[in-house]
């Protein structure tokens, strides 16, 4: 057989997001480990970030009455007009975003959307700039294109927020002259949400080195407080520069159906498209209709959606202050907590979330799997492990009630947590 690592972009991409293993084969995702973990196990899965409750019956009754009325064949490379059209309609009407359809593309999710962009925008050897933690498909989408990964930390605040490090941030922004610069609103997995000013900074920074703003929308819909969210392209004077990805999955719980979306100048979406279409081509024909139905329509499924997982949120949440010792985040946005165990053990996430998973049944997303090993987001979140409020209610009561265990336990043996699992 030829040896496979004559061609060694695939390897590049998985060490970049930390797939490889000790012994160098290749891992899963951390979302995947912790998923199979907990069915090993027998823990309650509080891990990937996958809605536990279901689309609306309306989105399910729409698509079907699509697939009869005959969109089963290949969509237009663009995506179908409706969609594209629907999708420009709710940004103005929930942002105050002006987007022509020709701006928008249909994409297989937010994760192809990012991929193709970054592909077609960032040079070969060009720099990155991120926020840490960071979505796993990033480091793989920047290998692919062959270009440098640099991240900029956001850290806990000490009041159970979070905040960029802006220091951090005008350092790389000198040190390496980016070319685009990434940016995560509301982001996972701290739920912390840009500001229109924290975003107009970030388009100066842009703007000073002729530079891309990409943005990474998918949580748009599920700010839980009243702050709400800002697009970069509203935010920033040159909207031109921002290239915006969002996705309809997580908003309308019907994250396999990948309709997923990226809004950008005409001519910047061409280019983007140019690549996107030796990835997929297209997909999802008659889920398009049916999601363009629900976005032009008047369901209040995304506001229900949002006060149920604000519900979800605080029944967890208080479940983590009944921990002593515990620091947890109140999130703003998304399906996160972050919950940091430092004062509590000398283990690291990954070792801990194992402990917690075989003595106390339950499994998060250890932190650091989401950061780049010795950087300071790192170091900030060694043991700290993210818990997701948007399984089923009964995951998430059942999560609620084993952390309140977890808190009882602790009272009466406070070194519980210093042993090795």
């Given at each position: ?6 061609a060694?972009?695939?390897h ?41 409750t ?58 192809e959307?990012l ?32 270009g ?41 997995p ?6 229109g ?17 990409l ?41 396999g ?6 809004i ?28 363009a ?26 479940a ?5 010792g ?60 993210r ?35």
């Amino acid at each position: 057989m030829p040896d496979i690592m004559r061609a060694p972009l695939w390897h590049a991409m998985a060490d970049s997001a930390g797939l490889t293993n000790p012994d160098g084969s290749i891992g899963e995702t951390i979302y995947g480990q912790m998923t199979k973990f907990a069915a090993e196990v027998g823990a309650v899965n509080l891990g990937q970030g996958a809605p536990g409750t279901e689309p609306p019956e309306d989105l399910i009754a729409a698509t079907a009455e699509a697939m009869r009325a005959g969109f089963n064949q290949y969509a237009p490379g663009q995506g179908f007009p409706r969609l594209l059209e629907a999708v420009a309609a709710q940004r103005g009407r929930d942002f105050g975003q002006q987007v022509a359809p020709e701006e928008v593309l249909y994409t297989a999710g937010a994760t192809e959307g990012l991929t193709a962009a970054i592909l077609a925008l960032l040079p070969r050897g060009g720099s990155l700039v991120a926020f840490e933690p960071f979505y796993d498909s990033y480091p793989a989408a920047i290998a692919a294109a062959g270009g440098a990964l640099h991240t900029v930390p956001i850290l806990p605040d000490g009041h159970g927020g979070f905040a960029p490090d802006w220091e951090a941030f005008d350092r790389v922004v000198a040190e390496v002259d980016p070319a685009i610069f990434l940016v995560n609103t509301p982001h996972n997995p701290t739920g912390f949400v840009f500001s229109g000013t924290d975003l107009a900074r970030i388009g100066r920074a842009a703007a000073g080195v002729d530079a891309w703003v990409l943005s990474d929308e998918v949580y748009e819909q599920l700010v839980l407080t009243d702050q709400g969210h800002v697009p970069p392209a509203v935010a920033i004077g040159d909207s031109a520069r921002v290239v915006t990805v969002s996705s309809a999955g997580k908003s309308w719980n019907a994250t396999g159906w990948k309709i997923g979306w990226v809004i950008a100048a005409s001519e910047v979406r061409q280019a983007i498209q140019t690549v996107k279409q030796f990835l997929s081509f297209t997909a999802g024909g008659p889920m398009q209709i049916g999601m363009a139905d629900m976005l032009t329509g008047d369901s209040q499924f995304v506001a229900e959606n949002r006060a149920s997982l604000r519900a979800r949120a605080e029944v967890l949440v208080s479940a983590c202050r009944t921990v002593p010792g515990a620091g947890m985040s109140t999130p703003q946005a998304g399906y996160f907590t972050v919950v940091d165990f430092s004062a509590l053990t000398d283990l690291d996430a990954f070792e801990l979330n194992a402990l917690l998973a075989r003595k106390f049944g339950m499994v998060g997303i250890p932190v650091p799997a989401l950061c780049r090993p010795g950087s300071s987001a790192y170091e900030a979140y060694r043991s700290s492990i993210r818990y997701s409020f948007c399984k089923s209610v009964a995951d998430v009561d059942s999560g609620a009630q084993l952390l309140i265990a977890l808190g009882g336990h602790l009272r009466e043996s406070p070194d519980a947590l210093r042993q090795r699992p």
